[in-house]
Each structure stands twice: as C-alpha cells, then as structure tokens.
C-alpha cells in the first residue's frame, strides 16, 4: 500500500487549498478514506472520512462547512478541499486507509495558513 499526498503549501488566511492523495497497492474502490492532520505538539486528528463509493462523508466540526472530502475511483485518488483557511488549519496533513486492519499512512503534506 502506497499513499502520496500533494497540494500542501503557504497559503494566506482565508484563502483556499485542495489536497491531493495518490493511492496504490490496493483495491481502492473498496476503502473509506481518511484524512488526517497534526499541528506541531499536538495529537493527530481527523478531518475528514468518505466511503468507498463516495456517497457518504464525515467531517471534525473544526474542519465542517470549510471543506470538502473526494474520491475519483477511476484515479485512485482522494481529495480534501479546504477553503477560508485560518491560521490554526496549520499542520502535517495525511491521507490514511485501513486495509486487513492495518493503519497506512502517507508522508504528509504541510499546509501552512500565515500572512
């Protein structure tokens, strides 16, 4: 199993980013997908979950109404758009799925919100 995030970046506050993770290894179609972030000193939390087929999502409260979780079956590849982004949105964003019980991880994309 194989997770690359991408899109990370400097953005103003109140500006927007879309968060890219690449999939491999493994039957995409058929796992929810996560993502995750952790703020320096801070535990990882989730942001966001949708299930295989797309046609379900969860989000943390912080990150409800702010953002958008996507997959493309086709692409092998999920998404999290972010939108009027604060300061606090700061972190090591991760793309995670759990296949046979077993936590992958991707290597994180940092999402850095400052003016």
């Known amino acids: 199993v194989q997770l690359v995030e991408s899109g990370g970046g400097l953005v103003q506050p109140g500006g927007s980013l879309r968060l890219s993770c690449a999939a491999s290894?493994?039957?995409?179609?058929?796992?929810?997908m996560m993502w995750y972030r952790q703020a320096p000193g801070k535990e990882r939390e989730l942001v966001a979950r949708?299930?295989?087929?797309?046609?379900?999502?969860n989000y943390a409260d912080s990150m409800k109404d702010r953002s958008t979780i996507s997959r493309d079956n086709a692409k092998n590849t999920v998404y999290l758009q972010m939108s009027s982004l604060k300061p606090e949105d700061t972190a090591v964003y991760y793309c995670?799925?759990?296949?046979?019980?077993?936590?992958?991880w991707g290597q994180g994309t940092q999402v850095t919100v400052s003016s």
């Open positions: 290894g493994f039957t995409f179609r058929r796992y929810p």
């Open positions: 995670n799925v759990v296949v046979a019980s077993n936590d992958y």
């Open positions: 949708i299930s295989s087929t797309g046609g379900s999502t």
